[in-house]
Nanobody, 122 residues
Framework: QVQLQESGPGLVKPSQTLSLTCTVSGGSITTNYYYWSWIRQPPGKGLEWMGV???????YYSPSLESRTSVSRDTSKNQFTLQLSSVTPEDTAVYYC??????????????WGQGTQVTVSS
């Protein structure tokens, strides 16, 4: 059973960088052919796929967020991370990490983390 757990600050100041870590257990983030994604849900809105890192370390991002989004990984810790720079209150959301077993872009999720609330406020 694959388990994912998000961690990081719940409050970020405007213009700063949001940084979250996803710790994976029960499976390796380097196993073919899985992808490891970040997805968020602002209050009252739908899910928004943000970006992904693949089993080989390749990354892909939503066009609307790619200029300020970075996904990376630490294979020794079986973790992957999200960095979102220059945040505004519009970035307030519940942030999820997830595994995608059938491609990526948010349509192939087979495991989800529980999500973590991040509020952007001064």
């Amino acid at each position: 059973q694959v388990q994912l757990q998000e961690s990081g600050p719940g409050l970020v100041k405007p213009s700063q960088t949001l940084s979250l870590t996803c710790t994976v257990s029960g499976g390796s983030i380097t196993t073919n052919y899985y992808y490891w994604s970040w997805i968020r849900q602002p209050p009252g809105k739908g899910l928004e796929w943000m970006g992904v890192i693949g089993y080989s370390g390749s990354t892909y991002y939503s066009p609307s967020l790619e200029s300020r989004t970075s996904v990376s990984r630490d294979t020794s810790k079986n973790q992957f991370t999200l960095q979102l720079s220059s945040v505004t209150p519009e970035d307030t959301a519940v942030y999820y990490c997830a595994r995608e077993g059938r491609g990526f872009s948010g349509t192939g999720v087979d495991y989800w983390g529980q999500g973590t609330q991040v509020t952007v406020s001064s």
